[in-house]
Structure formats: structure tokens, C-alpha cells
T-cell receptor, first 110, second 113 residues
């Protein structure tokens, strides 16, 4: 079936560096995309979202980029901190459903 | 405190023994959803509900039932659990629709022997 996938299952970055997590989606009906952060033992938490009529959206230290031509989504984290260590999921919303990618584990090296 | 609660948090059961995992939210949200999380597969939506008495299948509904008799509660029912339903389950709610920010519960770790 249609799915959202991630290019990198694990990512290690040095504290203070920028992190980039990538995601590919396949459902053409999706017009809304979200990034979630999941810390160990907890449920996912909303980070940032973007609608299909936008290419870029910025939050606090995070930026989401959307390339509809190649169905690609990325999450950029500026000045990565130890507290950013977690699993990051992209998700898309075709119709009323929610489809998550398999996740990328981000490890921050102090 | 605004939250989504799930019970139980951990459950070990045997094949075929019916079980219910409860989910409750105190935010007056209309949209509620159940997910299962398995290694390498991320979260997959089982069922969702747009409002009271309105439920729809997600991507992996087989072997599960849900009900939405009240706005705040959205129980997940496994009539005859099987080992392939061993997983981590999350309930989530959002204000009106799936495109509103979803708030997740703490998760229920289910093991079916």
C-alpha cells in the first residue's frame, strides 16, 4: 500500500551541529505533513507541520522543507542539543487518515 | 491537565482471550485514533473516529474493533488476540480532524502469548 518512508534510519550528529532528517512520501492526495518527535518511553509529540501550498516553514530551531515535485520532506534542526536525541517521524494526512514513516533515530554526541 | 490516558500501560495475555484497552481524553476533542507501533514499521493507524458514533478503518484494522459512544472515550477491543498483535499501542486525539495537532497517550505495551 501507499506509505511514507525515510532515507536514513539512524543519524548521529555532534552537539551544536545542524541535523537534517529526510522523508519520502508517496500519496498524491496528501496535502498536509507533520513531523513528530518520540522520546524513549513516550508517545510522539508534534514538532512542526506544513501544508502542500508551502515549500518551507520555520519554527523554533526547526525548519521543514517540502518538495512536492519529488515528494520529499525534510526536517532541519539547528544547533542540535542533547535533548534532541529521539526518534523522528514524518507523517502525511491523505483524506482523514494519518500515515507515518518508519522513523529516524537521532543521536546527539556531546 | 490536558491529557490522553490509556489503560492498562502493560498487559500480557494469551491467544484468544478478549481484551480491551481504554483511551480517554479530557480536551473535548472530536477526532480520536488508535495506532500500533512495531520496530522498523513506525506507527500504523488501526481505527479512527471523527466524532461520537462515527468510526472508520485505518491501514491495519484486521483483528481490532473500536467504539465511540462518548466523546471522551475510544476503547480498542481485541476479540481474539493473536501473537502478531503483540505491539506498542498509542491512542491519540485532536480537536476536530486529523490535520489538527494530535496529542498522544503514553502507550500500552501488549504481549500476546
Amino acid at each position: 500500500g501507499e506509505s511514507v518512508g525515510l532515507h536514513l534510519p539512524t543519524l548521529s550528529v555532534q552537539e551544536g551541529d545542524n541535523s537534517i532528517i529526510n522523508c519520502a512520501y508517496s500519496n498524491s492526495a496528501s496535502d498536509y505533513f507533520i513531523w513528530y518527535k518520540q522520546e524513549s518511553g513516550k508517545g510522539p509529540q508534534f514538532i512542526i507541520d506544513i501544508r502542500s501550498n508551502m515549500d518551507k516553514r520555520q519554527g523554533q530551531r526547526v525548519t521543514v522543507l517540502l518538495n512536492k515535485t519529488v515528494k520529499h520532506l525534510s526536517l532541519q534542526i539547528a544547533a542540535t542539543q542533547p535533548g534532541d536525541s529521539a526518534v523522528y517521524f514524518c507523517a502525511e494526512n491523505p483524506y482523514d487518515k494519518v500515515i507515518f514513516g518508519p522513523g529516524t533515530s537521532l543521536s546527539v554526541i556531546p | 491537565e490536558a491529557q490522553v490516558t490509556q489503560n492498562p500501560r502493560y498487559l500480557i495475555t494469551v491467544t484468544g482471550k478478549k481484551l480491551t484497552v481504554t483511551c480517554s481524553q479530557n480536551m473535548n476533542h472530536e477526532y480520536m485514533s488508535w495506532y500500533r507501533q512495531d520496530p522498523g514499521l513506525g506507527l500504523r493507524q488501526i481505527y479512527y473516529s471523527m466524532n461520537v458514533e462515527v468510526t472508520d478503518k485505518g491501514d491495519v484494522p484486521e483483528g481490532y474493533k473500536v467504539s465511540r459512544k462518548e466523546k471522551r472515550n475510544f476503547p480498542l477491543i481485541l476479540e481474539s488476540p493473536s501473537p502478531n498483535q503483540t505491539s506498542l499501542y498509542f491512542c491519540a486525539s485532536s480537536l476536530v480532524r486529523s490535520t489538527d495537532t494530535q496529542y498522544f497517550g503514553p502507550g500500552t505495551r501488549l504481549t500476546v502469548l
